[in-house]
């Protein structure tokens, strides 16, 4: 996996190279207030999902994503976003349904706190998660329930005011693994084994009981920004990553009857 940051570009028409992954961080908490204009892009369906929530905080972050997901999809697919539609598969998992030569992209969507990493590709399953590294959860115990035996020896060779940077490093990458594979929680935790070392680009250790799939994936650690930890796991080896980290471009929503 190797990694480039170009500079600032806008999200109008975007390419994607076929060996190519391009990962989008969006800073949601400066962005949620458009969201008037975010509503738009919208669905019938993501629109009334968003208004369900019942915190605003909640609903301008789950407007704000998903906004962006559209534009970003439509720059890629060369659509306009809002007539981009969504299927799901029986773990929640969402796919665009393209059209007749569109581009086969493929997408994956974390966001946590105050950032959203947003992945796509093509042709190439993958997943993506971000964790704020301020969460107030009780590692230790979350670690003996769902680490496996491995994971809990790395993490308790750590020294204490280590420990905590290294559990949200462990389960981003464990929460990318199952994204990208699609099997959600119904593949326990302790079946894979990850590395729990800071920028590791090559974290997959060991899965059970197939031990030949870890070689079929590539999993690592991903820019997230100051305060987040963030990882991304595609299926094969080779291709490369190319990360906007910095603050990204507000996406433009269309004026009624533009394509």
Same mark, same amino acid.
């Given at each position: ?93 969402? +796919? ?6 569109? $581009?086969?992209? #493929? =997408?994956? *969507? %974390?966001?946590? /706190? !105050? ?64 994204? +990208? ?6 593949? $326990?935790?302790? #079946? =894979?084994? *990850? %590395?729990?070392? /800071? !920028? ?60």
């Amino acid at each position: 996996m190797h990694i480039t940051s170009p500079a600032y570009e806008c999200a109008a028409s975007l390419t994607l190279p076929a060996n190519e992954i391009q990962l989008w961080r969006v800073d949601v908490e400066a962005a949620a207030s458009g969201e008037a204009r975010w509503r738009q892009l919208l669905s019938g369906d993501e629109q009334a999902r968003a208004q369900a929530y019942r915190f605003s905080a909640d609903r301008q972050r789950y407007t704000t994503v998903r906004a962006w997901l559209r534009t970003l999809l439509g720059a890629y697919a060369g659509r306009d976003p809002r007539e981009l539609v969504f299927s799901y598969s029986d773990k929640g998992k969402p +796919a665009l349904i393209p059209r007749g030569g569109d $581009p086969e992209i #493929q =997408f994956n *969507v %974390s966001h946590s /706190g !105050g950032a959203s990493l947003l992945a796509f590709t093509q042709g190439r399953d993958l997943g993506v998660d971000v964790e704020s590294l301020h969460r107030n959860i009780e590692h230790d115990a979350i670690a003996r329930r769902f680490f496996s035996t491995r994971e809990q020896e790395q993490l308790s060779e750590l020294r204490p005011q280590d420990r905590s940077a290294a559990f949200f490093r462990c389960w981003t990458r464990k929460e990318a693994y199952l994204k +990208a594979t699609g099997a959600g929680l119904s593949l $326990p935790l302790e #079946q =894979f084994d *990850v %590395s729990l070392v /800071g !920028g590791d680009t090559d974290s997959l250790l060991e899965t059970r009981p197939d031990p030949v799939e870890a070689s079929l994936w590539t999993l690592g650690e991903v820019p997230a920004g100051a305060g987040y930890v963030g990882a991304l796991c595609a299926r094969g080896k080779g291709w490369r990553l190319k990360s906007w980290s910095d603050q990204a471009p507000e996406p433009s929503t269309p004026k009624p009857g533009s394509k």
